[in-house]
């Protein structure tokens, strides 16, 4: 049953980045069908999760920077982090991600100072989430992979 409910999560949630594409949806189809990516996505493994939200973390970037000037609003800023801090949690070596942001012109917000808060909360949410994920990973409870009481 894990592998098939890991299998559905990957489906639904590459099918929402594919839905949402304005480019490059063929891409990104191919991507979310090759057989290693199926086949990954129906395995007990970080590797489907971290997949799947990076098709969606660059399906919103690509939204972000093909958006009309002054129309960029911080639901689709947070939408991007939380897309980040989940494959963060998956593979903490995809944090740098969050340097994306960074490449989002400051003529797409409404202005300047919106532009360094957004851009900043995106540092900041990712790096929370990085370091509450590294301080579980390094915590007595978890050794070698397995939760120990």
Do not use: H, W
């Not at 800023?77 to 980040?84: D, G, H, K, M, T």
Request: one cysteine or more; a positive charge.
């Amino acid at each position: 049953m894990g592998r098939i409910f890991s299998l559905l999560g990957y489906v639904l949630v590459c099918y929402i980045a594919i839905k949402y594409a304005k480019v490059g949806k063929r891409i990104m189809f191919l991507i979310a069908l090759l057989p290693v990516s199926l086949y990954s996505a129906a395995a007990y493994s970080a590797d489907p999760s971290t997949l799947s939200f990076s098709l969606l973390t660059i399906t919103i970037y690509t939204d972000m920077l093909f958006m009309d000037e002054k129309k960029l609003n911080y639901k689709k800023v947070v939408l991007f982090a939380l897309c980040i801090s989940m494959m963060t949690m998956c593979k903490i070596t995809y944090a740098p991600f969050c340097l994306l942001i960074l490449s989002v012109p400051c003529n797409k917000f409404k202005n300047k100072k919106e532009a360094v808060l957004s851009k900043l909360g995106v540092f900041i949410i990712v790096g929370i989430v990085a370091l509450l994920t590294l301080l579980l990973g390094t915590s007595k409870g978890l050794i070698n992979g397995k939760f120990q009481m």
